[in-house]
């Protein structure tokens, strides 16, 4: 069964550094996501993509995100000044259509801010 | 979605006991949701989905119930396995949000054997 697949699984960087989180979506998938989950809390949506452009992002998806589609399958997020509060699971998920689609979720980066 | 009074942070089952899994959603304007598991070190599973149209969608030991009156999802496990063991979390989605899924507190399920 096809899946999203997510390198690094552990990430460890200085505050202050930037960071690049990768994700392979499902293959025939259009809209891509990235979600974050603070230890113990609930997944948060950051932002949505769709033909090469961002469809919706969050109050958390500030200025210091980015996220790229640099080829036909790659998707990225780029945090560019990290901050001891970014440390948490950063997963990424694709889907077929744009609503009323399941969404289907890597197995996360851990990102540890020092 | 955000549980009032409903919400079980934790749930313990004997294997091959039912288990239900409650979530109440936030947003009257949602109109479609989505069951996922995560277990440990894993990201989100997709289990079940269904849409405000329905009020009832059954999948494989699972089936999922949506009372809207009352905007309240739930989750049943038929014959729980020690395999079902893991977080359960409901999420919504409505065209406010567009394409972000909201997801809901997660409930701990626990199937001793």
């Known amino acids: 069964e096809p899946e999203v697949t997510q390198t690094p699984s552990h990430q460890v960087t200085q505050m202050g550094q930037e960071v690049i989180l990768r994700c392979v979506p499902i293959?025939?998938?259009?809209?891509f996501y990235w979600y974050r989950q603070i230890l113990g809390q609930k997944v948060e949506f950051l932002v949505s993509?769709?033909?090469?452009?961002?469809?919706?992002k969050s109050e958390i998806f500030d200025d210091q995100f980015s996220v790229e589609r640099p080829d036909g399958s790659n998707f990225t997020l780029k945090i560019r000044s990290t901050k001891l509060e970014d440390s948490a699971m950063y997963f990424c998920?694709?889907?077929?259509?744009?609503?009323?689609?399941?969404?289907?979720f890597g197995d996360g980066t851990r990102l540890s801010i020092l | 979605g955000e549980s009032v009074g409903l919400h079980l942070p934790t749930l313990s089952v004997q294997e091959g006991d039912n288990s239900i899994i409650n979530c109440a959603y936030s947003n009257s304007a949602s109109d479609y949701f989505i069951w996922y598991k995560q277990e440990s070190g894993k990201g989100p599973q997709f289990i079940i989905d269904?849409?405000?149209?329905?009020d009832k969608r059954q999948g494989q030991r699972v089936t999922v119930l949506l009372n809207k009156t009352v905007k309240h999802l739930s989750l049943q496990i038929a014959a729980t396995q020690p395999g079902d063991s893991a977080v359960y979390f409901c999420a919504e989605n409505s065209n406010q949000a567009g394409t972000a899924l909201i997801f809901g507190k997660g409930t701990t399920l626990s199937v001793s054997s």
């Open positions: 269904i849409r405000s149209n329905m």
């Open positions: 993509f769709y033909n090469n452009e961002i469809s919706e």
């Open positions: 998920a694709s889907s077929r259509g744009q609503r009323a689609q399941p969404q289907h």
């Open positions: 293959s025939n998938h259009l809209y």
